[in-house]
């Protein structure tokens, strides 16, 4: 899927689509929102809920380098070694 595809996709085809090929990586806050970030068709695609009220706002495909090192810091590898 090419990135214009996806972009004309609505935001329940997005979530279905999360829901049935994502694969979860990790979050973080943001702006008063949880950010989830996943693994989809070749891209990293993040997920923004409005805290407090528990709403999905968007779902939108993520290359900005420093925004994805902001989910490399909180990866503890140890985690997956430890079997």
Do not use: P
């Amino acid at each position: 899927m090419t990135t214009k595809e996806f972009n004309k996709l609505s935001i329940n085809q997005r979530l279905h689509l999360l829901k049935k090929e994502g694969e979860f990586i990790g979050s973080r806050l943001s702006l008063g929102h949880r950010v989830h970030l996943f693994s989809c068709r070749g891209h990293f695609l993040e997920m923004w809920i409005l805290i407090g009220i528990d709403q999905i706002r968007w779902i939108e495909i993520q290359t900005n380098s420093s925004i994805l090192n902001l989910y490399i810091e909180k990866i503890d590898l140890r985690k997956s070694l430890d079997t």
